[in-house]
């Protein structure tokens, strides 16, 4: 479990200024078709309960998971309340054997434990606990065989390649299946137009959405969490129930924006991204006027350092 708490770049760039510019360095570095798990927390408390969930994650399907928050919300001062913090630990350690189980799980004829199945369905081998008799493997960096062998086989590479990438289907189905609910809507569910955001700036949509309709708009937010493996579902039933949607977020190139049509393509027309970069998170009576030159046609922003990026195909 990683956490990757972004301020202004690129290099030193403004070490005390927030900004959410490292988003896809996030998603994507590595080499080849590697898989992680990525949550952006909106609040304080988001932050406490997608840690608890990062690490249950990151065990039970023995992969990364990055916990991804900026300057604005490690920095600032907020009042949890205590109760939230009173919750039992989770030692589970995930998807591990047994000495009865290992003996009883497939081997090598060299007496080596199949530590990297080709076929479990969720695509999570179970593995040995360091010291079990009988549950002695290889761990490489190369790609390997099931007990750990490097191998440059093609079959062999498909078939661990495909098991690595099942495990982010089984974890979306399984975050979908918690009580948690890291997709936080704000506002009314009727609402004609929509706002969506993640991370710090949550909070900031939601008074913004506030004053919008206190003002006679329909409006309503939507903050997404779970970055990797993405909430399309409930992304789409967000989208689908509006006519367009404000994509705000702290960068020059619209990270979040470009990862949703990635992923959801279709509503590309529906987005519109309000960008802020100048080392100052948004406030909420920037983004009302960034809502009101989209939809109403207003006047321009007040400053140059909110910058409107039109939806694909305008």
């Known amino acids: 479990?990683?956490?990757?708490?972004?301020?202004a770049g690129p290099s030193t760039g403004m070490p005390t200024k927030p900004e959410q510019a490292d988003l896809e360095h996030v998603l994507y570095t590595s080499q080849g078709d590697s898989n992680r798990v990525v949550f952006a927390?909106?609040?304080?408390?988001?932050?406490?309960?997608?840690?608890?969930?990062?690490?249950?994650?990151?065990y039970e399907y023995q992969i990364p998971a990055v916990i991804v928050i900026d300057q604005k919300l490690s920095g600032e001062m907020t009042n949890v309340p205590e109760a939230h913090f009173d919750r039992e630990p989770n030692p589970d350690l995930g998807s591990t054997l047994t000495e009865e189980e290992i003996a009883e799980a497939p081997h090598h004829a060299s007496g080596k434990f199949n530590r990297f199945q080709h076929d479990p369905e969720n695509g999570v081998s179970p593995r040995s606990i360091p010291?079990?008799?009988?549950?002695?493997?290889?761990?490489s960096g190369n790609e390997h065989t099931?007990?750990?062998?490097?191998?440059?086989?093609?079959?062999?590479?498909?078939?661990?390649?495909?098991?690595?990438?099942?495990?982010?289907?089984a974890i979306r189905d399984d975050l979908d299946s918690t009580d948690l609910d890291r997709q936080?809507?704000?506002?009314?569910d009727d609402a004609e137009y929509g706002i969506l955001v993640w991370g710090s700036q949550q909070p900031t949509v939601e008074e913004a959405v506030d004053r919008l309709n206190e003002d006679g708009h329909s409006?309503?937010?939507l903050g997404v969490s779970d970055l990797m493996p993405y909430p399309e579902q409930d992304v789409t039933d967000f989208l689908e129930s509006v006519k367009e949607c404000l994509v705000v977020e702290m960068?020059?190139?619209?990270?979040?924006?470009?990862?949703?049509?990635?992923?959801?393509?279709?509503?590309g027309e529906k987005l519109t991204s309000l960008l802020k970069y100048n080392g100052n998170p948004f406030e909420p009576g920037e983004i009302v006027e960034g809502f009101?030159?989209?939809?109403?046609?207003?006047?321009?922003?007040?400053?140059?350092?909110?910058r409107l990026e039109p939806a694909a195909g305008d």
Request: charge should be neutral; aromatic fraction near 6%; proline fraction near 6%.
């Open 1 to 7: 479990v990683l956490v990757e708490a972004m301020r």
């Open 41 to 58: 927390p909106g609040n304080v408390a988001e932050c406490y309960d997608q840690a608890r969930e990062a690490f249950r994650v990151a």
């Open 131 to 139: 010291g079990q008799e009988g549950g002695r493997y290889l761990a």
């Open 184 to 188: 936080t809507a704000y506002g009314p």
């Open 292 to 306: 009101d030159v989209q939809v109403n046609g207003g006047s321009e922003p007040p400053t140059a350092q909110i």
């Open 251 to 267: 960068n020059a190139s619209a990270q979040f924006r470009g990862l949703t049509q990635k992923e959801l393509g279709r509503f």
């Open 146 to 169: 099931p007990q750990g062998h490097i191998s440059e086989d093609p079959d062999n590479r498909v078939a661990q390649t495909d098991r690595r990438l099942r495990k982010l289907d």
């Open 219 to 221: 409006v309503k937010a």
